[in-house]
């Protein structure tokens, strides 16, 4: 699986912010774990976090990775990430967006509630969803990204004057994708500046604001490559209404996706915007977590706790999942042979590939090659 993700739910040393990222890696493995582990600490590092700063961050993480001794530098990936700065009413400011219709989706909200100034980077065509549940009958929905195709007007553009070719809506008949860090290959004209190269590594970057009721998906194509992102949207707004639980609502999400005919590898992130305290671990306090927290834990789910608990002590909140969960008589564990296949995969970047003619996937290889987090703030 090529996929990697980041969440902090406290960014180093910028006070009540929360990063959340998506990489989906093409032609192998290194560059989407590269970015995993890197763009957060250069956000981190940086003093401020404006789009210019964004900008020089991304192309940063793409000049490290490009290095020639790094054997890996053909490997490619997207990257989009949102940056989450929770504001405390007298700070809102209300409605203040950037590449986003100011009347979508969360018109008409509480100005002397909490809001949350998002600053959304991609490079590729991962995307970012923002949505709400303040609206009882209609779905309401910006796509805050544009996907980067070679197809596109000022993509093909760029390319042409890159002296490379769109040829079956590829980059150079090869590339689907006309933006990622990586891809040593497309950039190696040492006359034109990063941005300016066949592939470019150059986010675009949009900020909004959103306030309690709304939610916030990032998804690799893998979700929306049988399904729009209208789609997309109506299924987590109506699970949200039902369940009002983000980890149910991942889940479900990248099982409506496999159902609906996606081969890709999957990997969801999903942000509700609400008070989360009743999912503050039993004798904690909502002091100790004033902002962000993770979704709620499902100890009953033998394979969900198996998979968050390696995703928790990757993104630094291992304590908050209990070693020892028992498991219910009724709930049926993990195969030990998957599991250890899964946490071999994960551990070493190898991509499972179920068996046979390309038919049916057998439902332990699936769950293996499927992503879904979430967190909540408090």
């Not at 709620?296 to 998979?307: C, G, R, T, V, W």
């Amino acid at each position: 699986m090529e996929d990697a993700h980041s969440v902090k739910l406290d960014l180093a040393n910028h006070s009540h912010t929360a990063f959340l990222g998506v990489f989906d890696g093409h032609g192998g493995a290194m560059a989407s774990k590269f970015c995993s582990e890197t763009v957060h600490v250069k956000c981190a590092q940086s003093t401020a976090l404006a789009e210019q700063d964004i900008k020089n961050i991304v192309l940063q993480t793409d000049e490290e990775f490009l290095k020639p001794d790094n054997e890996f530098r053909t490997h490619g990936s997207t990257c989009v990430f949102a940056l989450i700065d929770f504001q405390p009413p007298a700070n809102a400011d209300d409605n203040k967006q950037t590449g986003a219709d100011p009347s979508d989706p969360g018109a008409g909200a509480d100005a002397s509630s909490p809001s949350y100034a998002i600053t959304v980077s991609n490079t590729g065509d991962s995307r970012c969803v923002w949505g709400t549940l303040q609206s009882d009958a209609a779905v309401k929905y910006v796509q805050c990204t544009e996907d980067h195709k070679p197809t596109n007007a000022d993509e093909r553009n760029r390319i042409i004057r890159a002296s490379g070719v769109v040829s079956n809506g590829r980059v150079d008949g090869d590339l689907s994708v006309s933006r990622a860090i990586g891809d040593w290959q497309f950039k190696a004209d040492s006359s034109l500046h990063l941005f300016e190269q066949k592939v470019s590594p150059e986010p675009d970057v949009t900020k909004f604001v959103a306030r309690p009721g709304d939610w916030l998906l990032l998804a690799c194509d893998g979700i929306f490559e049988r399904l729009s992102t209208e789609q997309v949207a109506r299924f987590i707004t109506e699970n949200l209404r039902e369940n009002d639980d983000p980890v149910q609502t991942a889940r479900a999400l990248c099982d409506y996706s496999l159902q609906s005919g996606s081969k890709d590898n999957m990997t969801v992130v999903i942000v509700q915007f609400k008070d989360a305290t009743e999912w503050l671990t039993k004798g904690e306090h909502q002091a100790e977590h004033p902002f962000f927290v993770e979704g709620p834990l499902h100890p009953e789910d033998a394979s969900f706790m198996n998979a968050y608990r390696r995703f928790a002590l990757d993104n630094g909140f291992g304590d908050k999942v209990p070693a020892n969960i028992p498991i219910p008589d009724n709930v049926q564990a993990t195969p030990p042979l998957l599991q250890l296949i899964a946490q071999l995969a994960h551990e070493n970047n190898v991509e499972i590939v179920p068996a046979g003619d390309g038919g049916d996937e057998e439902p332990g290889v699936i769950t293996s090659r499927s992503n879904d987090d979430s967190i909540e703030d408090a």
